[in-house]
């Protein structure tokens, strides 16, 4: 059975043919900019421009292992959550797909030898806090507030424009409060 890095590289190949726009986010990411930590999944975002590129993604998808279905992403993107769960037939993991109508930013990394796009770190951490503020009980959000922090000692982050969005999407009083702990 294949593993974790066989199957993100796998995906690169598969995005790279489709000529797809994505970016790796979660805690694959979070693990690229901060701590390295375990997982059971990968999250990517993925921009959906049309019909021909959700063929592409299927395609691709279904070339390289993953069970994929264009009746699925229709789903998820008439559903407005636009999140789909794919499991690969060759590792026991699963691929969430955030799809969005827009390009995303990125950062170029290497993880396990490969060439990928990342989420930036400041979009990771608000979709971090974002996560955090609607997560019930608090304590279930441990883990995105440690990804947080651990991006915050080992990465360069625009601090003022995560305090911005932050103040936008209000996570600011979050995001000063993981600064605060991070600093003490």
């Not at 993991?93 to 990394?109: L, M, N, V, W």
Request: glycine residues 6%; charged residues 30%.
């Amino acid at each position: 059975m294949e593993d974790y890095h066989d199957l993100f590289r796998r995906l690169v190949k598969a995005f790279g043919i489709a000529e797809l726009d994505y970016v790796f986010t979660g805690a694959l990411a979070a693990s690229f900019y901060g701590l390295p930590r375990t997982t059971t999944d990968i999250d990517v975002v993925v921009r959906i421009s049309g019909e021909g590129t959700k063929r592409k993604l299927v395609h691709a998808l279904t070339q390289i292992g993953v069970r994929a279905d264009e009746k699925e992403i229709d789903r998820a993107l008439a559903s407005g959550y636009r999140i789909v769960t794919f499991a690969d037939s060759k590792t026991a993991y699963t691929i969430d797909f955030i799809f969005s109508s827009e390009k995303p930013k990125k950062r170029a990394g290497t993880v396990a030898g490969v060439q990928a796009c990342f989420q930036t770190p400041e979009d990771l951490i608000s979709a971090k806090l974002q996560m955090i503020k609607i997560t019930m009980p608090r304590e279930r959000a441990l883990k995105d507030e440690e990804d947080i922090r651990a991006i915050l000692k080992f990465t360069g982050v625009d601090i003022e424009a995560v305090k911005r969005k932050a103040k936008k999407e209000t996570t600011l009083s979050i995001f000063e409060a993981l600064i605060a702990s991070k600093n003490s």
